[in-house]
């Protein structure tokens, strides 16, 4: 069985005309809502998308044999940087389409929340939507950006007590949050794909470096793309381990988890070493990134299945945890 | 016959998750396109829009006998305050829209075209697109926003020779400008309906209290919703001719046009009187604000033609003249 | 009989050279005081202004045949966006010097306050001097400025809980608060008179869209120059009341009162006919703006009495209650 | 012969009503003019002052036997951080006053202009005011403020090329410049008078250390209120001859000139054996700051005459430099 | 006896080496320390200095038979303002060596402490590190920079209720606090030294135009370099006595105490009439700015003793107050 | 032969004490200098230090068996965010400290310039040192920091037009530039260390998605750090080769190079296995962040030649080049 817990929801286009709606009149028109069908929702799992290889949604679930996908808002659409009130109408009904769409494909998806993290709003004020997500929806966990600015000022670190009252509430609903950045606006020198992995990359240092595992024992955090730069600069920190008093390094990094996302068999091969195999998840981003077909070989990017089905040194137990195990138990699944 | 002198497009939702697509990526998948059929086209004309009144674009200009619409883009869509690349993009593929829209329709709809005004360009840059417009897709003119930062900081006024080389190539090109805000965002007080009246107030005082009417005697500006608050305020800018050496107030609001789009009689004949009968153009912004039926006469609200017949100190000639001889020889139509 | 609502002090050149001089020592005399004699006060009232048409104030009142005028500061002197102290002295000096005018001719004035509208006090310390000025020197009410940043910052919109303890204090004192705005700085593109149009439609837009109205039931608020923008542009906001489920705009419109100081008659009967008569208060800003003869009829284009006493479709009744009645119980004169 | 370098012009109430209408109106007005008779001119010489210790500039001046008095804008009404255009009007105003002042009283008054030196303008604007009032009007110099934002903001020092158009006016007119400061805002911490005296601290610091005065060696610069802190601290810039290679610190420092504008005995000592009798010029700023009389005494504290005169150590010779010759040969009298 | 009250530290270059190290990691490698052994710290006081004309601090206090000396930090070494951490780090560490050097020097150095004033840190919290050296190292007081920005920004004046938590720790702890500025960076136009001469003239005024004198009738502040521009200027600020209310200038001056810092026996001469012998204090920065042998008498700069020996009019007592009974009572040595 | 491309020079106290000095007195002491002599250069080789495992500089070069290493000043000293003309002087005293290692050991040492990339000065400014230590110096290249803000602000990307005089200068001069951080500081949230890493990350996708590689086809640029995240996410950029017309990423991304400084085999055979052993240089950072002995093995974390000969699949050839061949052409050593 494949678990797929990086999947990002393909929406109808009124969606996102309903979010530039309101980025444009500002709040003027009321709330309003994006008034999708059924018929609309089921026909963007079913369209071919030139973005995406002109494969469906369904297309490459199925051409990857992936049982079930979490699936999340699209990142780089969360606008978190804009006005919060904006930003809460808008994470509210992406989060209601992706709750329709479980409804409508319950074997094939579950929902992990977008939350409103407008940097106008307080903290707490963001996990009502949380709340409302896993409790009344029965999502399985949320996104966190580390960055709600989205690029245009330095937001405090992940270790800050400013993120406390949302690392209560993941406790206290016992779900994971996956770190995922959001979108990337100037005066950034990154696209916001890249501007992804920078913020994992602090987002691990950040985490690693505060008191904030010690101060939430039971929070789990999920960091996208195969953790950013930190397992391939782990040695960086390894010396700290001889020079401090505290807790070894990598005792530290796996107490977090990480998702396979990254297409390349010598980065996976890299990731499971250094954070060891019970820390990762089957991840794909399937369709996104990845999903144009590599003329080399004939593959799609994306079809991280094949890259772990390459890996000889695993044994198929470890193959299964990966692919389903890991998932099944953080998520609760 | 009436010509009516201020539409705005009424695009299929493509357009507008384009545009949310370029304010979430900001540029990093390239420019791309909305990718809209004639089908979709067509279909954004007749299809009935809950936000007015459940008639559709076309039933309302059939409803009200308009013959001849000018359709420019949605204001508050147009979004100047972003990223110059992206406004420019976004600008050219709804002009490019407004054009194929005037090409399935060359008896009903006639170009008006918005400029990528971001603050980031010269104003010389936003002159390409107005060249593209009036040259290559015969456009009859241009709106102009005097508040490019939409809100968000204080523009040079229109009387600044920052403006200049916009108003050149008017000139040079022989067509109108179309006085016209777009958004409005924080931190400014009012929701962009107002902030089109208030930017329209100043730009009147802005033009006549500057030497740009006469460094620029064939220029040709129109004034949306008659003129903001002006013509009701007229008698405040008066007495100002006693004290100074200008030429007379009401001699340089009369080298100004005004359209008719209010909502009441009282107004509109306020207007006519201040104006005179040779500067009005009739204009409804329909679809629009005013696409509601009143409740207590059964009319839409922006039934303006309905409004100007029931003034009973017109001539036949006046009405002809407002109705669409004025607009005809402006725009050359 | 004809009282004036809309009247600003003559005050002689030292209560100026006064301010000037605040401005320039900052404080460092202390808060010293303008020393004006009452020859010196009477003499300011008799003195013919070059800036009035050579006319006095006792002139322009004698001459339209106003009984009793309500005198305020002059607004564009008011500096509410200098330091707060100065700002307190300033203030309080200029109302003193209205006080002693009103013993000087109880007749024939009646205070109305400025409030020390600095942004860097608290609005809680404003209404000190509301209290000093209505219940120890007697005054009417206040004038009210919207923007206390003279155009240099956004303040927060009049229906922001930033401005309830001057509602509060109103309600109390029951007294008006009459809306005109102050000076107006760079950044802004306007001059002082015209941002006090602007002012007032911004304002009665942020009273009527909040719940002002709502939570000061007996708050009186009188809008100078015929409400700005709003009576003409008033049809822009009626389809709003099909839309959604608010009070008609019109009868949250005529919870508001309105000067007539316009100088046209046209725009006067546009608002009689838009707020209704029992709405309007007869106010000419004499001697101001508008003291000036209009070459074509010789009138004072701020002799609104004409203007009013030309409309032909009021009745004595109508007349009576805008010329006085109206201004009488709404400031209990 | 008594010649004061350090007056102020004692101007009608006018001028400073006409600056605070302007600093009001912000131009919209026009520039207008005080509209100052000759007789008012008169009777500000002649109007017993209380700030002043109740005596007239006449008083003062004649009681203290000066002959001839250098006028100069009274500094902390300078306003030089107002908007460029406004400083410019009331700059030439108030010249224009002193001139009058100067053809009133030929004998006891010459003017030393006040310049526009708005930050808003180019300095090279400013010296279009120097111009006018030395070649036109017979001015014999100007006062320099080393702070036109008047504490809000950190100008370029007077060592800086910033300078140099006004220098190379200076030098091309062949007039002093008197380093004067003006008004003194928020944020700063000191009042106006004693930002004079930092000011002048710091502009020895930034010409001494500068090649100002080697790249116009015909420069001519008098400070104001003997030099600051300087002649007190001087010891404090001596050792660093020994370790650089600079002309000798005494050297440069009598490069300049020094007015004796202190109120004790003790300091004009200090003054005259740190500078050189023939560096300082009799200075009183009569009437102003110290024009009180000493209770002890019973002499005004400004009687620096007196001072000068109880000064054992000069001789008749040296006494008369600083009362007259020094000034005469610098200012050309 | 000689009891020079202002003198600073001689460290090692590991101190300074340290400080460049925190000012690079920014407090990444932790806090670690100078690590200065006790023959490093005796070397750094006998080694000539070519700064100090190639002699050393004991050379100097040899020299000039200064018995026993109090000793602070270098001034423009204290880095206020950087980060808050970084500062207290270094603070702590220089009064450490101070400290040591006072154990090693038992009969020759007495402490005076660094705050750690840094702005970034609530004022309560640098009164730790005075507590801390006060009653735990015996330190005899501490410096006061007024302005912890230095040059970068406008602190609140010393009469601020801001700086009142210092005020109350240092009468709780009965010591005096010297008025010292530290570095002095961009924008401001002058180099340290000169700074610190303005924020002792600001200081002075700030404190006797407060309430602070009286709030804390048992503050004890001495100001260094002879109280900046005051003494000298002193006179500007006696008439104000006539004008107001408040206790006598020279009443509230004389309850400051003012160290001889100054290089000129006229300066010294002055400072000792104005505030008297009974305010003075014996001080001489050695080794310091002045430093360097004077080319015309062979003698050093700062052989202030020299200076004061050469006052003919100073009885053998008041030479005594100065050179040591002011400061033995004052710091209860 | 192992060429180590990647060191840090070890410089005695003295010359950062001279750094802590700069910043203290701003320039206001002279440029003076670090005053180092010979013996104190040497002694720094061979000091054992505490941070580095309590090993020399000179006891890690002979353990490891570099023969020649290429020394650059240490990245996180370099200050290039302070004020412009601070940064040249200890910019050039660290290169003059630099060359006169490499004077005193002309086998061991060959040196890498550091430039004064100061944002306050121009580019063109920063390339005279280059060109001083190139040409003068016999310098083999220099480092570049795409961070001058060090954190405090974005810098143009480094496929701007801003960093073109900088890539003329290196391609006139024939030299490569090697990509590293300076320091970090608030507000960012990262240490330096970890900024060097996203710098890089940064780095190598500005230069990869501009035109630098295109506009100098001869300019030499080396990652530090094996390329900070990227050949660990190389994955993620190929894709785009299928929807764009680029050339293919792999190619250029191979047209830069990367040194081997990572701390375990895994990422060093990924680096090897994405970029080609072509690309790879021998870079160990020693002594630095790596010089501690792990626990586990007893090796020193940057034995990097430890790590590299336990590559079983490289065979002697490529060991070679990565060890010396590369870097010796490159460099030409």
Same mark, same amino acid.
């Given at each position: 069985?494949?678990?797929?817990?990086?999947g990002?929801?393909?929406?109808?286009?009124?969606?996102?005309?309903?979010?530039?709606?309101?980025?444009?009149?500002?709040?003027?028109?009321?709330?309003?809502?994006?008034?999708?069908?059924?018929?609309?929702?089921?026909?963007?799992?079913?369209?071919?998308?030139?973005s995406?290889?002109?494969?469906s949604?369904?297309?490459?679930?199925? *051409?990857?044999?992936?049982?079930l996908?979490?699936?999340?808002?699209?990142?780089?659409?969360?606008?978190h940087?804009?006005?919060?009130?904006?930003?809460?109408?808008?994470?509210?009904?992406?989060?209601?389409?992706?709750? %329709?769409?479980?409804?409508?494909?319950?074997?094939?998806?579950?929902?992990?929340?977008?939350?409103?993290?407008?940097?106008?709003?307080?903290?707490?004020?963001?996990?009502?939507?949380?709340?409302?997500t896993?409790?009344?929806?029965?999502?399985?966990?949320?996104?966190?950006?580390?960055?709600?600015?989205?690029?245009?000022?330095?937001?405090?670190?992940?270790?800050?007590?400013?993120?406390?009252?949302?690392?209560?509430?993941?406790?206290?609903?016992?779900?994971?949050?996956?770190?995922?950045?959001?979108?990337?606006?100037?005066?950034?020198?990154?696209?916001?794909?890249?501007h992804?992995?920078?913020?994992?990359?602090?987002?691990?240092?950040?985490?690693?470096?505060?008191?904030?595992?010690?101060?939430?024992?039971?929070?789990?955090?999920?960091?996208?793309?195969?953790?950013?730069?930190?397992?391939?600069?782990?040695? %960086?920190?390894?010396?700290a381990?001889?020079? *401090?008093?505290?807790?070894?390094?990598?005792?530290?990094?796996?107490?977090?988890?990480?998702?396979?996302?990254?297409?390349?068999?010598?980065?996976?091969?890299?990731?499971?070493?250094?954070?060891?195999?019970?820390?990762?998840?089957?991840?794909?981003?399937?369709?996104?990134?990845?999903?144009?077909?590599?003329?080399?070989?004939?593959?799609?990017?994306?079809?991280?299945?094949?890259?772990?089905?390459?890996?000889?040194?695993?044994?198929?137990?470890? %193959?299964?945890?990966?692919?389903?195990?890991?998932?099944?138990?953080?998520?609760?699944?």
């Amino acid at each position: 069985m494949l678990i797929d817990v990086h999947g990002h929801v393909s929406a109808p286009d009124k969606l996102y005309s309903y979010k530039a709606n309101l980025l444009s009149h500002r709040g003027a028109h009321g709330r309003g809502g994006p008034r999708i069908s059924d018929d609309e929702l089921r026909a963007a799992q079913d369209a071919p998308n030139p973005s995406f290889g002109n494969a469906s949604h369904m297309d490459h679930l199925d *051409g990857a044999g992936v049982d079930l996908q979490l699936i999340s808002p699209r990142p780089y659409q969360m606008m978190h940087s804009e006005t919060g009130r904006l930003v809460q109408w808008f994470t509210e009904e992406t989060n209601t389409v992706i709750h %329709r769409l479980c409804e409508l494909y319950p074997e094939r998806y579950k929902g992990v929340a977008g939350l409103p993290q407008s940097p106008e709003l307080d903290v707490q004020e963001w996990t009502a939507e949380l709340r409302r997500t896993v409790t009344e929806l029965g999502f399985a966990g949320c996104l966190l950006n580390p960055d709600p600015h989205e690029g245009t000022a330095v937001p405090p670190a992940l270790g800050d007590r400013y993120w406390y009252p949302l690392y209560e509430a993941l406790c206290e609903l016992d779900v994971p949050a996956i770190i995922h950045g959001a979108g990337c606006r100037p005066p950034t020198r990154e696209p916001y794909s890249l501007h992804f992995i920078q913020e994992e990359t602090v987002a691990i240092w950040s985490l690693l470096s505060s008191s904030v595992l010690t101060d939430f024992p039971d929070l789990k955090i999920v960091v996208s793309h195969g953790g950013g730069a930190i397992p391939y600069q782990v040695g %960086r920190f390894l010396p700290a381990d001889v020079r *401090g008093s505290n807790r070894p390094y990598m005792e530290r990094l796996r107490s977090l988890w990480f998702d396979t996302c990254l297409y390349t068999q010598d980065s996976i091969e890299l990731l499971l070493r250094t954070v060891g195999v019970d820390r990762a998840l089957f991840g794909t981003e399937k369709p996104g990134t990845g999903s144009q077909r590599d003329p080399r070989t004939g593959r799609w990017f994306d079809d991280i299945h094949l890259l772990i089905g390459d890996i000889d040194w695993l044994t198929p137990t470890e %193959r299964e945890q990966i692919f389903a195990e890991n998932a099944r138990k953080l998520f609760k699944l």
